[in-house]
């Protein structure tokens, strides 16, 4: 069973990470982009590339840290708690918390 279908509207997340928009796998992301649009769903896109988004874990994730020394997934711990995490990860959290479905589309370079 998809995710077409009448009363089966769903909120769809698609991240697309691509430097490309030209590309092959940009335009399957793009076609997929529209079907969801065609069949009624609810999308949200989360273009990577775009966004300029960076994939580098650091310090930079937290609006405040609870020590100097940083362990990165005691952090996390912690700015899930208290909602600590920087403007652009909360964003992309509160996306991920909207969606029923999440699409990755992404080149695997060999």
């Known amino acids: 069973m998809g995710i077409e ?3 089966n509207t769903m909120k769809i997340l698609m ?3 691509h430097p490309e928009k030209r590309s092959f796998c940009s335009a399957l992301f793009n076609q997929a ?3 969801f649009l065609d069949q009624g ?7 990577l590339y ?4 960076n994939p580098v874990a650091s310090r930079d994730d937290f609006s405040h ?6 362990v990165y997934a005691l952090e996390q711990r ?3 708690k208290e909602g600590s995490f920087s403007p652009d990860i ?3 959290l509160e996306k991920l918390l909207w969606a029923d479905v999440v699409m990755f589309s992404f080149p695997l370079f060999w």
């Open 5 to 7: 279908g009448e009363g």
């Open 15 to 17: 991240v697309h990470a």
């Open 33 to 35: 982009h529209q079907q």
């Open 41 to 47: 769903h609810n999308v949200k896109i989360s273009d």
């Open 50 to 53: 775009e966004m300029n988004w």
């Open 65 to 70: 840290i609870k020590d100097d020394y940083l």
């Open 78 to 80: 912690n700015a899930t």
């Open 90 to 92: 909360m964003a992309e």
